[in-house]
């Protein structure tokens, strides 16, 4: 990530999350205007992020919700970009709403459990979107939360899986 161009301005969804945190910590460490978003933005729920170097001039916290379309167009409104984490129909909220705002480019993140969990794929694989969690084999561990993630981003067509079986 390079240093932002004055005045750049960034949303980062979930903002006051662990990897959202993270983010914002170190978009505000390369100068950007970060506008983070969260379900209850009041600035005592989040003190770890006012404390963050530069804060107090570039972080703005604002209401969002990834399942409320038109609370996504506010946030992303006047925005160059954002980063974002989340499940299939708040994704697609999440996408639409940053292409009518005219964003120019969405960092997905996700849960290492949608790749990892192949006892067929080699250690030695470099991951990438082409990569899947084994359906088949997350059913049978009982490996719920990597099975759900999984299935989630298949659904919005971020990438393919042959060992698919529904």
């Not at 379900?39 to 006012?50: I, N």
């Not at 708040?90 to 292409?99: C, D, H, P, R």
Request: proline share 3%; aromatic share 8%.
């Amino acid at each position: 990530m390079a240093k932002a161009e004055v005045g750049q301005r960034v949303c980062v969804t979930g903002a006051g999350g662990f990897v959202g945190s993270w983010v914002v910590k170190e978009l505000l460490h390369r100068g950007y205007v970060v506008r983070g978003t969260a379900r209850d933005p009041s600035a005592q729920k989040y003190p770890h992020l006012q404390k963050l170097e530069g804060a107090a001039e570039r972080l703005s916290l604002c209401y969002a919700n990834v399942m409320d379309y038109n609370s996504l167009r506010v946030a992303f409104d006047g925005c160059d970009g954002k980063l974002v984490s989340v499940a299939v129909e708040g994704t697609k909220n999440v996408i639409n709403a940053a292409a009518d705002m005219g964003v120019r480019r969405v960092v997905f993140t996700s849960s290492y459990g949608a790749v990892h969990m192949d006892p067929n794929r080699s250690p030695d694989t470099v991951m990438d979107e082409s990569c899947w969690s084994n359906l088949d084999f997350c059913k049978r561990k009982g490996l719920t939360a990597q099975l759900v993630v999984s299935y989630q981003e298949q659904a919005i067509g971020l990438g393919s899986n042959p060992s698919a079986t529904n």
